[in-house]
């Protein structure tokens, strides 16, 4: 049986948002890397560049809303579904964690062991997906989530010493001799030091699998949100109520750490006021923007596998950006985890919610429920295809 690309991209727009949230994701990575000094630290604080990334996320969103709309309808909605902004808090306030955890992971490792790790989050989320929207993967979805993160693992296996190779030219001997015989260039001093191997039991392994709860925890639960508790809810008036708690969640942190009014002195600001600093505020501010749709017209199973795509590239950019070499390990975990993501295209998730496709956002809320009642499908559902 052949890809069911119409289950996968409902629509042209779908594939396009697809596309979006792959090279911005792989651009996240690699900016931040980037504008990281030579011994990995930044000169910057994160916190606000975080801040200042969902403050931007507003700006944007109100301003969509507000190009068919105006700002005294934006007010009267968000006062008419203040609940919902409410529930937003939880989302709002992982996704806090998340980003912040980000700047700290990508100290410790590498772009492409960085997104492998993250891709842990696969099964979690399938499990999650079932008990939020109480319906079952298939056994062929269960294999093709099982499929992806064994590949992810894969990076970490030394396989030369499996056949007892005394000439061991594995990644992680490689790595260890990069760093002992590390050049002065730029491109060295971005990796050295970093852990490109994987896990190992360190208060780096605990971050970034905490970071991964996070990611599934706050994916998962917005999807919900999007498709079943705010579903009447215009999107851009969604994406004002979560970007407005993640600001306050975002200040907290900030008053929190001591750092409230250091954090917007000029001298603060002229170490952001850079080119390698504003890009990496830009940049994740679209991710915010794009992810809001990705959740709302596709599901959270799609988006981790848009995410496992991002280690191909991701592992192509670095190598010629940061000189990180492509080992074996690399490139079979990179090949498992495409075999995956070809598993899971056969049979793919399908979860409308509450909203139609986006080749009917014409249609009116009464013509959507309407059509709801019609077929007896008021309740989340999830048709396994």
Do not use: H
């Not at 399938?126 to 269960?142: A, V």
């Amino acid at each position: 049986m052949g890809i069911n690309w119409r289950e996968l991209f409902p629509t042209k727009l779908t594939f396009v948002i697809f596309l979006l949230y792959i090279s911005l994701f792989i651009g996240q990575g690699i900016f931040v890397t980037a504008s990281q000094e030579s011994n990995n630290s930044y000169s910057y604080n994160t916190i606000t560049v975080v801040l200042l990334t969902e403050i931007l996320k507003l700006i944007v969103s109100a301003s969509l809303y507000c190009r068919e709309q105006n700002l005294i309808s934006l007010l009267r909605d968000v006062r008419k579904d203040s609940n919902v902004m409410m529930l937003y808090f939880v989302p709002a306030f992982l996704y806090c964690l998340y980003n912040n955890l980000a700047f700290v992971n990508l100290s410790t490792f590498d772009p492409t062991t960085y997104y492998l790790l993250l891709q842990l989050r696969v099964v979690i989320t399938g499990i999650l997906f079932q008990i939020i929207f109480k319906k079952y993967l298939t056994r062929r979805q269960w294999i093709s989530l099982l499929l992806l993160t064994f590949g992810c693992m894969l990076k970490q296996i030394n396989i030369n010493s499996l056949y007892g190779d005394t000439n061991d030219d594995s990644e992680a001997v490689a790595v260890q001799q990069v760093t002992l015989n590390k050049t002065d260039t730029e491109n060295t001093s971005k990796v050295s030091g970093k852990n490109m191997t994987g896990f190992d039991l360190s208060l780096s392994a605990l971050l970034i699998l905490a970071q991964t709860i996070f990611s599934c925890l706050a994916g998962v639960y917005n999807e919900y949100l999007l498709k079943d508790k705010g579903a009447d809810v215009n999107i851009f008036v969604q994406n004002v109520f979560m970007y407005i708690d993640s600001i306050v969640c975002n200040v907290l942190i900030l008053l929190v750490n001591g750092q409230l009014v250091g954090a917007f002195t000029a001298e603060s600001l002229r170490a952001i006021w850079r080119f390698n600093v504003i890009i990496i505020i830009v940049n994740n501010a679209a991710i915010g923007i794009v992810t809001s749709f990705f959740l709302k017209y596709m599901n959270s199973i799609v988006k981790t596998f848009a995410s496992a795509l991002e280690l191909m590239f991701t592992a192509v950019l670095c190598y010629f950006l940061f000189a990180i070499p492509i080992y074996i390990n690399t490139a079979l975990a990179i090949a498992v985890v495409s075999f995956a993501i070809y598993l899971y295209s056969q049979s793919p998730v399908v979860n409308t919610g509450k909203v139609r496709p986006l080749n009917t956002m014409g249609e009116t809320r009464q013509d959507k429920r309407k059509l709801l009642d019609s077929d007896n499908d008021t309740d989340l559902e999830m048709d396994m295809v």
